[in-house]
């Protein structure tokens, strides 16, 4: 995130990924430029992740601080999957 707010992109998504599903995490918050990173993304990866993705910080903290349902961008549910 820059002084103005712009949330840039970042490498690793993978990894990101992989390492929120062993942390139990189901919902990651991802920069907009890296959406196409998310996509290539293996289904047995994204299974039981769903990912917002964010183009400035405004964006990043209504995710964050949501009440009530989350609005997803992604498209692979909370189905459980196995790793």
């Known amino acids: 995130v820059t002084l103005t707010g712009r949330v840039l992109p970042v490498g690793g998504i993978k990894e990101k990924v992989i390492a929120a599903r062993?942390?139990?995490?189901?919902?990651?918050?991802l920069p907009k430029a890296n959406?196409?990173?998310?996509?290539?993304l293996p289904d047995n990866?994204?299974?039981?992740?769903?990912?917002?993705?964010?183009?400035?910080?405004?964006d990043v903290h209504a995710i964050a601080f949501a009440t009530g349902e989350l609005p997803c961008t992604s498209d692979v549910g909370v189905e459980a999957a196995e790793y």
């Open 35 to 40: 959406e196409r990173d998310w996509t290539e």
């Open 45 to 58: 990866l994204r299974a039981g992740v769903h990912a917002h993705f964010a183009d400035k910080y405004a």
């Open 22 to 29: 062993r942390a139990g995490v189901s919902h990651v918050v």
